[in-house]
C-alpha cells in the first residue's frame, strides 16, 4: 500500500463523524457499545439540544428533576410540596402526590432496584422522607429523619436500594439505611482553620458519592473547601477522628476567602471532582489535586528539614499540578444551584445560571460551547439522562424543558454572553416563610452581640445584611403574589 493510501486510511480511520462511524460499525470495526458512546457523546448533537418538551403540572419553583435507572421516568419536585412523576416523552403525568413535607422539596431521587416503587426526599423544613408507591397508585409517606435547617441534598449509594446520606444547614451528615429505623448521625462538619472552628458548624449545601468508589462522598457548603470522606473511617464511637476529612479540595486562589461557598457537586465516570461556587467559577480537580486531611499549610518550621534543592523545585511543581481546570461564564449568585456532567464518559460540564441560561463547556480544556435559554429567571437544576443525549432542567419557572438534539441547524455562541466577576448579593438567603424570615434574623441578632469586641463595625455590616434580607423577603413575596401565571414561586404562609 502506498504511503498516501496509507495516510488516507488513517485519517479516515480517526474521524469521529456519526456517519463514519455507523459505516464503521456495520463492517465490524467498531462494536456497538463504542459507536453508542461516541454518538451520544458527538459535540455536533449538544450543537442541535433544543426543546423537545415542556412539562407542566407543578405550582411553584421545580427545584429538583431526576431520571429514573432506565430513562423512560423523570421525577420532579417543587414549592407546591408535590412529587410529580412523568412519561418525559409523552409529556404526560404518569403520578402527582403530596410529599408529606411542610415546605418546598429540594431533591427527590428514586431509590436503585426498587422497581420505581420506593422514592426518598428532602427539604426546606430539615425532614427527610420516603414515599412508597404501593398498588393502584396509592402513595404512603414516612417520615425518616431531621436536620436543623433545610436539607439541600441527598445521594444514594450507586446500585444499593436501601443506603443514601444527607446533608443540611445544619452541617450534619446522615447516613439512611431503610432497613433500620432510624439514621445514622455520622458527623458534624467544621471549619478546618483553628481559629474558626469555635463557631457555628458549615453550613451544607451539597453532596455526592463517587460512582467508582461508593464509600467516598464529597460534601460543600458554605465555606472554600470541598470535603472528601471515606465511610470505612467511621465506627460509630466518635473515636477514629472521622469528623477529619480524608481530603480538601479548593482552587489556590480561594483557599482563606471567606466570602464564597460551594453549592453544588458532581463526580465524573473517572472519579474526577467538579465544584461550583457562589459568585465564582466551576472547577475540576481529579484525585491527586487534594490538599490532604489537613489543608491548612505547614508552618515554616514544619518544612526545614527540606533540602534547598528540594524546595526550589517542588512548590512550583506542586502548584502547577494542583491547578484545576475552570469553567466561566454563567452567573451564580442569587440561588443554591448544581452543577452537573453530560456525556457517556462525562465529556461536558453543565451549569444553570442566574441569567436563566444553561452552559455547557467541554470538559478537557473548558471552552464554552452551548448557551440556551431556558427560563425567564433562574436555571437551578440540569439532569443529564441515563444512557442517551437528553437533558432535562429546571428553575424559578413553574415547568420542566426537556432538551433533545433535534434542532436543524448547529447553534453558534451568542454574542452577548458577559464573562465578568460577580457581586454578591446573600445567595444563601433563599427565604421561604416569614418563620424562616424570623430564624434568620434572630441568627443575625446574635451574630453580632457575639463579638462585643467589634461591635461598631459588626453592627454595620450586620445592619446592610439585615436589609439586603428583608429585600430579598419583600421581592420572593412580590413575585408569589404577582406571578403572571397567577401561581406563587413561593408557597409563604403554609
Not at 423537545?52 to 423512560?72: I, P, Q, R, W
Not at 435547617?149 to 436500594?161: D, Q, S, T, V
Not at 427565604?431 to 452581640?449: G, H, I, K, M
Amino acid at each position: 500500500m502506498s504511503e498516501k493510501a496509507k495516510k488516507g486510511r488513517s485519517n479516515f480511520n480517526g474521524l469521529h463523524h456519526p456517519v463514519v462511524d455507523f459505516w464503521r460499525r456495520e463492517v465490524g470495526g467498531i462494536s456497538s457499545r463504542n459507536f453508542s458512546n461516541r454518538f451520544s457523546a458527538s459535540e455536533n448533537l449538544v450543537l442541535r439540544l433544543e426543546i423537545y418538551k415542556k412539562l407542566e403540572k407543578h405550582k411553584g419553583c421545580v427545584n429538583t428533576v431526576s431520571f429514573n435507572a432506565e430513562g423512560d421516568v423523570l421525577i420532579s419536585g417543587s414549592d407546591d410540596r408535590r412529587v410529580v412523576l412523568w412519561d418525559w416523552q409523552l409529556g404526560n403525568v404518569k403520578l402527582s402526590f403530596h410529599s408529606g413535607h411542610a415546605n418546598n422539596v429540594f431533591q427527590a431521587k428514586f431509590m436503585p432496584f426498587s422497581d420505581d416503587r420506593t422514592i426518598v426526599t428532602c427539604a426546606a423544613d430539615g425532614m427527610v422522607r420516603r414515599a412508597s408507591i404501593l398498588e393502584g397508585d396509592k402513595v404512603e409517606t414516612s417520615f425518616l429523619g431531621l436536620h436543623q435547617g433545610r436539607a439541600h441534598k441527598l445521594c444514594i449509594e450507586p446500585g444499593n436500594p436501601h443506603i443514601f446520606y444527607t446533608c443540611g444547614e445544619d452541617g450534619l451528615v446522615q447516613r439512611f439505611d431503610l432497613r433500620t429505623e432510624a439514621p445514622t448521625e455520622l458527623f458534624t462538619c467544621q471549619s478546618v482553620d483553628p481559629r474558626r472552628r469555635n463557631m457555628e458548624a458549615i453550613q451544607l449545601n451539597a453532596i455526592a458519592i463517587d460512582p467508582r468508589n461508593s464509600n467516598l462522598f464529597a460534601v460543600g457548603g458554605m465555606d472554600e473547601y470541598a470535603r472528601l470522606y471515606d465511610v470505612r473511617r467511621f465506627q460509630g464511637d466518635g473515636s477514629n477522628g472521622f469528623t477529619r476529612a480524608a481530603d480538601h479540595f479548593c482552587p489556590p486562589h480561594l483557599i482563606g476567602n471567606e466570602e464564597v461557598g460551594i453549592t453544588g457537586l458532581a463526580f465524573s465516570e473517572q472519579s474526577e471532582l467538579l465544584v461550583s461556587y457562589n459568585d465564582e467559577f466551576i472547577y475540576l480537580f481529579t484525585p491527586d489535586m487534594g490538599l490532604g486531611s489537613n489543608p491548612i499549610p505547614s508552618s515554616p518550621i514544619s518544612k526545614s528539614s527540606v533540602s534547598k534543592s528540594e524546595s526550589a523545585s517542588s512548590p512550583k511543581d506542586e502548584n502547577e499540578h494542583s491547578v484545576p481546570l475552570v469553567y466561566k461564564g454563567h452567573k451564580n449568585s442569587e440561588t443554591v444551584k448544581g452543577v452537573n456532567f453530560f456525556g457517556p464518559r462525562s465529556e461536558y460540564v453543565v451549569s444553570g445560571s442566574d441569567c436563566g441560561r444553561i452552559f455547557i463547556w467541554r470538559k478537557k480544556g473548558g471552552e464554552l460551547i452551548r448557551v440556551m435559554e431556558a427560563d425567564r429567571h433562574v436555571v437551578n437544576c440540569i439532569e443529564p439522562h441515563p444512557h442517551i443525549p437528553v437533558l432535562a432542567s429546571s428553575g424559578i419557572e413553574s415547568d420542566i424543558k426537556v432538551w433533545t438534539s433535534k434542532a436543524a441547524e448547529r447553534a453558534t455562541l451568542p454574542e452577548n454572553i458577559e464573562l465578568r466577576k460577580r457581586t454578591p448579593r446573600g445567595w444563601m438567603y433563599r427565604v421561604s416563610s416569614p418563620q424562616e424570615l424570623l430564624a434568620q434574623l434572630f441568627s443575625l441578632q446574635n451574630r453580632s452581640s457575639s463579638s462585643p469586641e467589634r461591635e461598631g463595625e459588626s453592627s454595620s455590616a450586620t445592619g446592610r445584611e439585615l436589609l439586603d434580607l428583608i429585600l430579598t423577603f419583600n421581592d420572593q413575596s412580590d413575585d408569589a403574589t404577582d406571578d403572571e401565571d397567577g401561581n406563587s414561586h413561593e408557597d409563604f404562609f403554609s
